[in-house]
């Protein structure tokens, strides 16, 4: 899914407000500043814990979205509320701006982003969870394009969402030639209002997570293909702020026990993503 650094600095609201640096050094000496006072408070606390507080992207289907009553729902949130079912926490799911979801993991304003959230290339500046999907970014295209290989994207204008693991494989240095050979690159805020544009003609291309491209194609009829070639494969894993292993280990555990009951798999089944759960790979290391 999504990618970005963590934010660089807590020293002053003023600072968390006016956005910050992606440097990986940056963030990680923020992180770990953060860490030490959360993970011990995590640590006494947990015992006593009422409320679990989810960040997650509210227009990410399948992962979290809102549905048709107005109702906030989603493979993961649909987790997330299992595991508080197991523990006895109210859930509070909490919809973010993506761009803040660093700030808003910092300042304790939520416990954890579970949301198709990316490990790859950030596994040291959160404290994960193991992987629980394994995903890829795929190419989407109106299907009748005549595009049908990354090599015919040359010359035209491709879609991604701000942030992303998509747009981190677009700007990575082995993908240069290709994302050179656009004719622009514009980056969308979500989804949704991608798509509106790949409808209208306004970008030729899309790239993105699988899960989601599998949503949207199956929601949006045949006027979209998915091309064969990935623009890249990841995992995804619930990300806590650096330290807070007390918190991670719980939710681990149940994750865990609701893949044994059989809960998770179910779960996955509903929103088409049983053939990308990666669990039992990671479940008895």
Same mark, same amino acid.
């Given at each position: 899914?999504?990618?970005?650094?963590?934010?660089? #600095?807590? +020293?002053?609201? #003023?600072? +968390? /407000?006016?956005?910050?640096?992606?440097?990986?050094?940056?963030?990680?000496?923020?992180?770990?500043?953060?860490?030490?006072?959360?993970?011990?408070?995590? $640590?006494?606390? /947990? #015992?006593?814990? @009422?409320?679990?507080?989810?960040?997650?992207?509210?227009?990410?289907?399948?992962?979290? %979205?809102?549905?048709?009553?107005g109702e906030y729902t989603g493979f993961d949130?649909?987790?997330?509320?299992? =595991?508080?079912?197991?523990?006895?926490?109210?859930?509070?799911?909490?919809?973010?701006?993506?761009?803040?979801? &660093?700030?808003?993991?910092?300042?304790?304003?939520?416990?954890?982003?579970?949301?198709?959230?990316?490990?790859?290339?950030?596994?040291?500046?959160?404290?994960?969870?193991?992987?629980?999907?394994?995903?890829?970014?795929?190419?989407?295209?109106?299907?009748?394009?005549?595009?049908?290989?990354?090599?015919?994207?040359?010359?035209?204008?491709?879609?991604?969402?701000?942030?992303?693991? #998509?747009?981190?494989?677009?700007?990575? &240095?082995?993908?240069?030639? +290709?994302?050179?050979?656009? $004719?622009? /690159?514009?980056? %969308?805020?979500?989804?949704?209002?991608?798509?509106? &544009? +790949?409808?209208?003609?306004g970008i030729d291309a899309l790239a993105l997570?699988?899960?989601?491209?599998? %949503?949207?194609?199956?929601?949006?009829?045949?006027?979209?293909?998915?091309?064969?070639?990935?623009? $890249?494969?990841?995992?995804?894993?619930?990300?806590? /702020?650096?330290?807070?292993?007390?918190?991670?280990? @719980?939710?681990?555990?149940?994750?865990?026990?609701?893949?044994?009951?059989?809960? =998770?798999?179910?779960?996955?089944?509903?929103?088409?993503?049983?053939?990308?759960l990666c669990i039992e790979e990671y479940k008895?290391?």
């Amino acid at each position: 899914m999504k990618y970005s650094a963590l934010s660089c #600095a807590f +020293l002053v609201s #003023a600072v +968390l /407000l006016s956005g910050c640096s992606s440097s990986s050094g940056t963030s990680q000496a923020a992180s770990d500043s953060k860490a030490g006072s959360t993970t011990s408070a995590a $640590a006494s606390n /947990l #015992a006593d814990k @009422k409320t679990f507080t989810v960040g997650f992207d509210a227009e990410f289907p399948p992962y979290g %979205y809102m549905d048709e009553n107005g109702e906030y729902t989603g493979f993961d949130l649909e987790m997330a509320q299992a =595991v508080a079912d197991l523990e006895g926490w109210e859930l509070v799911k909490q919809p973010i701006d993506w761009d803040s979801k &660093d700030m808003e993991l910092s300042s304790g304003s939520i416990d954890c982003i579970w949301n198709g959230f990316t490990m790859d290339g950030r596994e040291d500046a959160y404290t994960f969870s193991d992987p629980y999907i394994d995903n890829s970014q795929v190419w989407v295209v109106p299907a009748d394009s005549g595009i049908s290989t990354p090599a015919d994207l040359a010359g035209k204008i491709v879609g991604v969402q701000k942030d992303s693991s #998509a747009l981190a494989a677009l700007e990575s &240095d082995e993908n240069a030639d +290709l994302t050179n050979s656009f $004719a622009k /690159l514009t980056q %969308y805020g979500d989804y949704n209002t991608a798509f509106m &544009d +790949l409808e209208a003609g306004g970008i030729d291309a899309l790239a993105l997570d699988v899960g989601v491209a599998d %949503y949207q194609l199956k929601n949006r009829g045949d006027a979209f293909v998915k091309l064969d070639d990935l623009l $890249a494969s990841e995992k995804y894993g619930i990300g806590f /702020l650096k330290g807070n292993t007390e918190l991670k280990d @719980k939710v681990q555990e149940d994750i865990y026990t609701l893949y044994d009951e059989g809960k =998770v798999t179910e779960l996955a089944d509903k929103y088409n993503l049983g053939d990308f759960l990666c669990i039992e790979e990671y479940k008895n290391k």
